[in-house]
């Protein structure tokens, strides 16, 4: 089992900058990938951007050069979030899955709420 536990998120108006993070807990083996999906109110839920425990890192189009993932050793993933739009207006999700491969997500947070609204 992995625990993950999420913080951040909550309302900041276009422009703005949010962090969230998720420490991840539990049965971690060394090969694992991390991140966050999002999903807005009528919407399917969808990658924002993951990293992987080797460093590597993918980011949705719609995000690139506006968000930055990191992680650090003690199994922490960090989004920090600039220029936020309204469209990034979501529930966003922390996720765990074993493998470096991009697998499928097996564990997930609680999820967080962002607004992006003046």
């Known amino acids: 089992q992995v625990q993950l536990v999420e913080s951040g998120g909550g309302l900041v108006q276009p422009g703005g900058s949010l962090r969230l993070s998720c420490a991840a807990s539990?049965?971690?083996?060394?090969?694992?990938?991390m991140g966050w999906y999002r999903q807005a109110p009528g919407k399917q839920r969808e990658l924002v951007a993951a990293i992987t425990s080797r460093g590597r890192i993918k980011y949705a189009d719609s995000v690139k050069g506006r968000f930055t993932i990191s992680r650090d050793k003690a199994n922490t993933v960090s989004m920090e979030m600039n220029s936020l739009e309204p469209e990034d207006t979501a529930v966003y999700y922390c996720?765990?899955?074993?493998?470096?491969?991009?697998?499928?997500?097996?564990?997930w947070g609680q999820g967080t709420q962002v607004t992006v609204s003046s």
């Open positions: 539990g049965s971690i083996f060394s090969n694992n990938n």
């Open positions: 996720y765990f899955a074993y493998g470096t491969s991009w697998s499928a997500p097996g564990y």
